[in-house]
């Protein structure tokens, strides 16, 4: 059964373990006059996170479905969702829509440019492309302007089956866990492109206050502090020249 936690006002956690991989896979459901689910999660775990958020609220209410990029833990139980709550529209990049996720649902996204905001009652959500971070063309984030919450995907990638929120070093743990990567099939997570630093800085500019992060704990603290480190330790383990050599 998913765990659910209350990580900042009316945002919540629901957090499906996976033993086989270490990893736990978080969806954000804010709950508001107009709810939005952050992560459909995979196909394979939607009977599961969809049972959590009918904890919740009754899931035909949704009306906002969003993620980074596509990939299947971040939007491959779209159309299950979409079957289940119709009336949602379905927030990404403008790249995301023209290229996937149009054509992977069989209708129209709500495609929005960077910096354009939306409101979903109490809450007002803006959205930040940031190409190829943490990877894929087409990603982005979402930056909820009233608590201050960005829901920041793949970064700050923590293994383990860890606390729900914390105010620990997530950038030393992140840092491991992408070393640790360097050496196997998952490599390469990050490409660190002359767009990363900059992307990272524009996310630091807002100055968050909660991250909300996909695998892993999310965090509480100096969100400023802790982007700015996760560009360093990024730099340092995807930013050199050579390939990664499966010994290293
Ligand atoms: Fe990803
Ligand atoms: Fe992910």
């Not at 743990?173 to 360097?182: I, P």
Request: hydrophobic share 40%; glycine share 6%; net charge negative.
């Amino acid at each position: 059964m998913a765990n659910i936690s209350e990580i900042a006002p009316n945002v919540y956690r629901i957090s499906v373990y996976y033993p086989a991989a270490h990893l736990q896979f978080n969806h954000f459901l804010v709950k508001d006059d107009e709810p939005l689910l952050f992560h459909t999660g995979l196909r394979g775990m939607h009977r599961e996170i969809r049972e959590a958020v009918s904890r919740l609220m009754d899931v035909s209410d949704l009306r906002h479905i969003s993620f980074s990029h596509f990939e299947s833990d971040e939007c491959g139980a779209l159309n299950e969702w979409l079957g289940a709550a119709p009336q949602a529209d379905v927030i990404c990049s403008q790249v995301g829509a023209l290229v996937s996720v149009n054509d992977f649902m069989g209708r129209e996204a709500r495609a929005l440019a960077d910096g354009e905001s939306f409101s979903t009652g109490k809450y007002r959500f803006r959205y930040c492309q940031t190409p190829h971070l943490p990877h894929g063309w087409d990603a982005g984030m979402l930056f909820e302007e009233t608590e201050k919450t960005l829901l920041c995907s793949d970064l700050f990638h923590q293994v383990g089956d860890v606390e729900p929120i914390t105010s620990d070093d997530v950038v030393g743990r992140s840092y491991e866990a992408m070393k640790a990567y360097q050496a196997g099939l998952l490599a390469e997570y990050v490409p660190y492109t002359p767009l990363t630093a900059q992307n990272l800085k524009k996310l630091a500019a807002l100055q968050p206050k909660t991250l909300a992060v996909m695998h892993g704990s999310s965090f509480a603290g100096d969100c400023v502090r802790a982007l700015n480190e996760l560009d360093t330790a990024f730099r340092e383990i995807f930013g050199r020249l050579e390939p990664a050599s499966p010994e290293s």
